[in-house]
């Protein structure tokens, strides 16, 4: 015989009170990526157009490891353009006020960094990530402001380092233009008047003065990166 209404109500009431756990299958949590699946790059969709320039302003795989073993990189240029980034009035929001060596480049959200760094006066983002034989990872970014507002994205970041208490590594004219930023990863960054660049380097195998090394090569070659 069939249940009368009221007790097959009760029992639905019921099911959705208990957030369905007996009602079905239970799911297992998504692993965490790792530092070489991981990405700055949102899964959902975000503003900018995909680069088709030559990715040659960014490290090689030649310029970090020279010794033999599997070695893999994987690289995005993607500039942020006014008709997919533009949602309003422009207001500086880049840097956050975070020194997680992990989030630079430092923008309010993750789902909305492209959306953020336009806001703030980027144009380009350019991301590569490099991985070593002993599984280390070198994450390198190369921020280039639009015309009129490099000094000013530059300053703020210089000064948002000096907050973090970073080290100055090379100033110029008086001004700290490399910074070291201790952490996991290990953090440099170079300001030059027309980009910042910026290595992280993820595992126990990065030392500081690696990282330092390897800044002085990015920042040449990132000068191709500006000029377009």
């Not at 020194?99 to 309010?108: A, K, M, Q």
């Not at 030059?192 to 070659?221: C, F, H, I, M, P």
Request: hydrophobic share 35%; with cysteine; net charge neutral.
């Amino acid at each position: 015989m069939l249940e009368s209404p009221r007790v097959w109500k009760a029992a639905v009431v019921v099911c959705l009170a208990g957030m369905a756990v007996s009602c079905t299958e239970k799911t297992e949590p998504k692993p965490t990526a790792s530092a070489s699946e991981s990405s700055p790059w949102p899964s959902g969709a975000d503003c900018g157009l995909d680069a088709t320039a030559q990715d040659e302003g960014l490290l090689s795989i030649q310029d970090v490891w020279s010794d033999a073993g599997k070695k893999t990189r994987s690289t995005r240029i993607v500039n942020l353009d006014r008709t997919t980034c533009a949602t309003g009035q422009r207001s500086a929001t880049a840097p956050a006020n975070s020194c997680e060596t992990s989030g630079f480049p430092w923008t309010n959200s993750p789902a909305s960094s492209n959306q953020d760094l336009y806001s703030s006066g980027i144009r380009r983002w350019a991301y590569a990530s490099l991985e070593g034989p002993d599984g280390t990872v070198l994450k390198e970014h190369v921020l280039i402001p639009e015309d009129g507002k490099s000094s000013g994205i530059v300053d703020a970041y210089r000064k948002h380092l000096e907050t973090c208490k970073a080290q100055v590594i090379i100033s110029q004219n008086g001004k700290p233009v490399q910074f070291l930023l201790e952490g996991s990863p290990g953090l440099v960054v170079s300001l030059q008047s027309e980009r910042v660049t910026a290595l992280q380097g993820y595992g126990s195998g990065w030392k500081s003065d690696q990282l330092v090394n390897l800044l002085g090569t990015a920042e040449n070659r990132s000068r191709n990166l500006a000029k377009n």
